[in-house]
């Protein structure tokens, strides 16, 4: 047998490469590396040029305070950073880099040239780098500021050249880097060259929704809701998409920690939780967000390349971000500017079960055609004209009497049309056709009152505890020792979800009582499940998913058909309670419940006006 291997010391040049291998992986994050440098050194300009997907040749070029021609050669070392100085410095980082290993990390794997200048200075100076190697070190004519250049990128390690990709993917990786670092700070002006022949990405500073828009897309802006909450220490703010904008992969999500963009399965998983019951299955949402913490609450010092960090506390961030995201997102529905509908008097017809779900509804309208009249519903009174276009459709509102075949009467009134308008017909017993101020409103009305009864049988289901079903014969479920303890710990958490479970043993537990909804459940699976969420997440709402998934089931089978025929009063009820449920956006499902064409829309498709 061949006799162990001594244990020896590796050269400085093989631990340096493993340390670059760490920092960097491709040329995207040593433009990451670069782009964080610049942003701390209060850059308002930084310009990103590269050739060959990065591989011939990054320059990052920037207009920040620039580096003493005495740190020059200092920067370049590992361990060298000016953004912290003692260990408890680490307890507090705010800067984006502070590690002192991205430049030396750049120099053994290329040829590293770093020319700045500061603002009390003549002139700049110039040192160059191969290889862990000075070649060069002399003053250079350039602005206040700092210009990196690494060329030939991994020329001395060419087994890690060759596991990059195509010049394309690196290309696409650089830019997404770019436009990622740009939503992190408005106030700084970007600009990307690729290559000669290639057109330029130019991020401008200022305003939030034109960079929102050129990174994303116009269409998030104007399907997305800006969000700004505080509470205590913490702040949560930017854009989250509708649930009806959302993408199939997930490259269009934007977190930062304190200004860092960072990868967070605790804050994904929140993220999720809020969006868990508006998304379509299989769809992922869009968002930008910013959270900002006490330094002291969060270490960046996880992993070399920055992306991940641990919180100190990890369940009141979890539940901070859920709980500020869930009520906005529940509190979007259509658009409630305008004040309350407040409807005259007047009994509605005797409707079939399928409506019996919706309580408390507003009076309805009923629509005939006057021509010369106007968007006159009968609810209020006034001379304030709703619509004044040339191309308003007109028509006059009565309001509807008691089924007894009493012709309808009603005075004419001008006043606000709700957000959803007022409904005119169906369409094949699946769409209500109504109108508002803007133009055509189609709604399906199944979605619709699908959303509605769900809202209404999760708010019956809040206001009680959850009921609980004894099991005759207790289920004993193998479990690991950190699991059996865990349900210890978390017995009154477990309790609160209608689930008592006991330890009955080193490595067993047993499920005396279980949510009454969800006694025909595999229950030693969702016990599973549950254990692994505490030990995750230190919470869960697997009980309340699955109790939501049931409660959605029953919303859907006690929901109107397709083909049952409306009354025009039936319709306007269900659109009054529309603009009152939450999330009436879309339903259970995720499916969108109506869509708003305006008159401007319908008149470039006729070719109005042309």
């Given at each position: ?56 040749q990054v320059l990052v070029r920037d207009n920040g305070c620039g580096v003493h021609r005495d740190d020059l050669r ?352 169906q369409l094949h017993g699946i769409y209500i056709l109504a109108q508002n101020a803007d133009g055509l409103v189609v ?121 049952r025929q409306l009354t025009i009063a039936e319709m306007n009820s269900l659109l009054r309670t529309m603009e009152s ?30």
């Amino acid at each position: 047998m061949e006799a162990a291997s001594r244990i020896r010391q590796l050269s400085e040049f093989v631990a340096n490469q493993i340390a670059a291998g760490e920092v960097v992986e491709r040329p995207a994050s040593l433009v990451k590396e670069l782009l964080e440098n610049s942003l701390d050194a209060a850059a308002t300009q930084i310009e990103v040029r590269t050739e060959g997907g990065g591989v011939k040749q990054v320059l990052v070029r920037d207009n920040g305070c620039g580096v003493h021609r005495d740190d020059l050669r200092l920067a370049v070392n590992r361990h060298a950073t000016s953004k912290i100085f003692e260990a408890q410095d680490l307890n507090g980082v705010a800067s984006l880099g502070f590690r002192g290993e991205a430049l030396a990390s750049m120099g053994s794997v290329g040829r590293l040239s770093m020319t700045s200048r500061t603002a009390d200075a003549a002139e700049g100076f110039c040192v160059e780098i191969e290889g862990d190697r000075e070649v060069g070190f002399a003053p250079r004519p350039h602005p206040v500021g700092t210009t990196v250049e690494v060329t030939d990128l991994f020329y001395n390690t060419p087994a890690r050249r060759k596991f990059l990709k195509t010049e394309r993917t690196e290309q696409a990786h650089i830019d997404r880097v770019l436009r990622c670092v740009s939503l992190s700070r408005f106030d700084v002006g970007f600009e990307l060259q690729q290559g000669a022949g290639r057109g330029r990405l130019l991020l401008p500073p200022g305003n939030p929704e034109s960079r929102l828009a050129r990174v994303l897309s116009e269409e998030f802006v104007q399907q997305s809701i800006a969000i700004d909450e505080t509470s205590a220490e913490l702040r949560l703010s930017g854009w989250v998409g509708l649930p009806t904008h959302s993408r199939s992969q997930t490259n269009q999500q934007y977190f930062y920690v304190n200004g860092r963009v960072v990868r967070d399965k605790l804050v994904a998983h929140a993220i999720r939780q809020a969006y868990r019951d508006v998304l379509f299955h299989g769809r992922h949402p869009v968002f930008v967000l910013f959270l900002d913490v006490p330094p002291g609450l969060v270490d960046v010092n996880v992993h070399p390349t920055k992306h991940e960090v641990r919180f100190r506390d990890s369940r009141m961030i979890h539940d901070f971000i859920f709980g500020m995201l869930n009520r906005a997102l529940r509190g979007v529905r259509p658009d409630t500017s305008l004040p309350p509908v407040q409807p005259q008097t007047a009994e509605v017809p005797a409707t079939q079960s399928g409506l019996d779900l919706i309580a408390d509804l507003p009076a309805p309208y009923v629509f005939a055609h006057q021509p010369g009249g106007g968007v006159r519903p009968a609810h209020e009174t006034g001379a304030r004209r709703v619509h004044e276009t040339a191309t308003a459709a007109r028509y006059h509102a009565v309001p509807v009497v008691e089924a007894k075949g009493v012709e309808a009467k009603g005075a004419e009134a001008k006043g606000a049309v709700p957000p959803l308008g007022f409904a005119i017909a169906q369409l094949h017993g699946i769409y209500i056709l109504a109108q508002n101020a803007d133009g055509l409103v189609v709604v399906d009305m199944h979605a619709a009152h699908e959303r509605i009864t769900y809202e209404k049988l999760k708010g019956q289901m809040a206001q009680g505890e959850v009921a609980r079903q004894r099991l005759l014969v207790p289920v004993l479920v193998n479990v690991s020792e950190a699991e059996a303890e865990l349900v210890e710990d978390a017995a009154s958490s477990l309790l609160s979800l209608g689930l008592v479970v006991e330890r009955s043993g080193q490595q067993a537990v047993a499920i005396r009582e279980v949510p009454a909804l969800l006694a025909a459940s595999d229950i030693e699976e969702l016990t599973r499940d549950l254990l692994t969420d505490f030990a995750e997440f230190g919470s869960t709402e697997r009980i309340q998913r699955e109790q939501e998934t049931l409660l959605g089931t029953m919303a859907c089978h006690g929901s109107v058909r397709a083909n049952r025929q409306l009354t025009i009063a039936e319709m306007n009820s269900l659109l009054r309670t529309m603009e009152s449920t939450e999330n009436a956006g879309q339903c259970n499902h995720g499916r969108p419940t109506y869509l708003v064409q305006s008159l401007t829309d319908l008149d470039q498709l006729f070719l109005r006006g042309q």
